[in-house]
């Protein structure tokens, strides 16, 4: 098993993100609080920004967040009213 991580530990990290079996090399720039519009209509759902030093970004349910953070990898649907299959991947 992984180690757990702090929002704060995976800056910095590199990683692997995008589809599954198709992800990139990455490196994580930050993690922070999604500051956009109301998602599909939902106000109170709580959602992160994840930014790669490539300027690619993803975004990810605090469910999905709280997977990496204490496994190092989590599968999800983008969230932000996308409906893409993605990976990160602590490596």
């Known amino acids: 098993m992984k180690k757990k ?8 990290m590199a990683c692997r993100h995008g589809s599954p079996g198709y992800s990139n090399p990455e490196v ?3 993690v922070v609080p999604y500051k956009g519009n109301p998602v599909n209509g939902i106000v109170n759902r709580e959602l992160w920004t994840v930014q790669f030093e ?9 469910e999905a967040l709280q997977l990496l ?6 599968a999800y649907s ?8 993605e990976v990160i991947e602590i490596l």
């Open 54 to 62: 490539s300027g690619c970004f993803t975004h990810i349910t605090d």
């Open 28 to 30: 994580i720039e930050d």
């Open 5 to 12: 991580y702090t929002i704060e530990q995976l800056n910095g």
């Open 78 to 85: 983008r969230a932000a009213g996308f409906t893409a299959l």
């Open 69 to 74: 953070l204490a496994k190092g990898e989590c």
